[in-house]
């Protein structure tokens, strides 16, 4: 039997061609507006938490117990989504080598923190062991009679990853209701922890929604995410029969060309297509996914690997409250 999920999201959520796109990109470029699940907790991780949050309520958690950067749009989407269903959210926030947590929390910190999340900062050496923080905090919560529920790294478990199964179905019944073509020759987006990817593969796959499924990387290689996602995958196929039949290998390009110099850092180039959409089209790409994304379709497509003919879907996934807290690395472009 399928899991149930809860309905926390705005869905369906818009697709429209960006024809100011063609222009900068150099091919037709539809836009899934994921940016837009929700209001403080909008973005891709809200799908995966539908199912993620009805299994901590099912198990009667009272905390859930979390991880990731800083500036986690994932972190930040659990914390406001816990407060809203009356849930603690416990927070494991790693900082960069040397940095000390900022005097004013900004972007999604400052939302952890308004919607009053517990957070713990751990350093990029801890971080490598999230894994067993996380447990130790949830057994230590579990003593003081807290049942708490561990959710990985961006929600990103074959639980999770239902979420992005369900967006192809979405997106091929927007097709059918004539809102975008009824499939394309190339999906994009942006992989940070794979849930994402796992889940478009195999709705992909299900569907017959795009011809070709590319994960823009935006820090670690394609081998490091071609290893997460073939973990995923199999898992996500074991909660649903319809995906059970289908390959444990989904087909998916993995691109770590334009990963740029690091996690959450774009280069001169990255930044200057940000802001160009930003200008040209009222599109606001983030410099830690989408932006990376973005530049990772333009340049495939100045490469000639994707040609100026093809329908290309873009799936916007948030971001916004990370761009507001880098403001000072785009003042050189503006
Ligand atoms: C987390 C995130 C991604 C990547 O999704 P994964 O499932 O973690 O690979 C992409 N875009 C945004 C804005 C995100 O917050």
Redesign the pocket.
Known sequence: MRPRKLRLAHLPTPIAEVTRLREIIGCRVWVKRDDMTGGPEA???IR?LEYLLADAVDLRAKVVVTCGALQS??ARATAVLAARLGLRAKLFLRLRHGESLPAKATGNHFVDRLVGADISTVTPEEYRDRGTIMADAASELERRGERAYVIPE???NGLGALGYVDAMSEIAEQGRLGLCPRSFDHVF?????????AGIALGVAKTGLAGRVHAAC?CDDAEYFETAVRRIVPETQSFDTDLASLSSRPPIAFDDREKGPSYGVMSKEQRALVVRVARETGLLL?P???GKAMSTLAAQVRRGEVKPDANVLFIH???LP?LLAESAAFEGEL
Do not use: Q
């Open positions: 973005g891709n991780k995966k749009n994932h961006g929600g990103s987006f942006a992989c940070g922890s794979g849930g994402t990817a935006v983030d830690v996914y989408t996934t948030g971001g990370g």
